[in-house]
C-alpha cells in the first residue's frame, strides 16, 4: 500500500525542539521531490518546507528559515523535519507530501503539486 505516515509530533513549550518523521511506504523515496506543510486551525493549508529527490535544493517559508531543517535518507525512505526554537504561531497540524507527478518544473510552495499526503502530526507549541 502507498502511503506516508508521519511521526514526532506533540506539546512542547515556546523555544524548545521536535523532530518530524515521515515514514513512506510502497515508492521509492528517491523518485520524488516532498513537501512538508501544516495546517493551523481555522486557516488554509500551508507551505513549510520542500527538498528536490536528491537533497541538492531544499526551500523555506520565510516564517521558518533558520529554525526548520528538511531532510531525507533515501535508503531509508524517510524525510525528516528538525523544528528548532519553536513559536506559539507554530501550532498546527504537519503533512507530509510527495509530487509524484514527474513534471519537469516544480512548483514546490504550492499544496496542488502533491498528489500523496500523510494523516498528519500535531504539533502544539505553548507560549
Known amino acids: 500500500q502507498v502511503k506516508l505516515v508521519e511521526s514526532g509530533g506533540g506539546l512542547v513549550q515556546a523555544g524548545g525542539s521536535l523532530r518530524l518523521s515521515c515514514a513512506v511506504f510502497?515508492?521509492?523515496?528517491?523518485?520524488?521531490?516532498m513537501g512538508w506543510f501544516r495546517q493551523a486551525l481555522g486557516k488554509e493549508r500551508e507551505f513549510v518546507a520542500a527538498?528536490?529527490?536528491?537533497?541538492?535544493?531544499?526551500y523555506y517559508t520565510d516564517s521558518v528559515k533558520g529554525r526548520f531543517t528538511i531532510s531525507r535518507d533515501n535508503a531509508k525512505n524517510t524525510v525528516s523535519l528538525v523544528m528548532n526554537s519553536l513559536k506559539p504561531e507554530d501550532t498546527a497540524v504537519y503533512y507530509c507530501?510527495?509530487?509524484?507527478?514527474?513534471?519537469?518544473?516544480?512548483?514546490?510552495?504550492?499544496?496542488?503539486?502533491?498528489?500523496?499526503w500523510g494523516q498528519g502530526t500535531q504539533v502544539t507549541v505553548s507560549s
Open positions: 510502497g515508492l521509492t523515496l528517491s523518485s520524488y521531490p
Open positions: 507530501a510527495a509530487d509524484r507527478s514527474l513534471e519537469p518544473t516544480w512548483a514546490f510552495d504550492r499544496a496542488v503539486s502533491y498528489d500523496l
Open positions: 527538498i528536490s529527490r536528491t537533497s541538492t535544493r531544499s
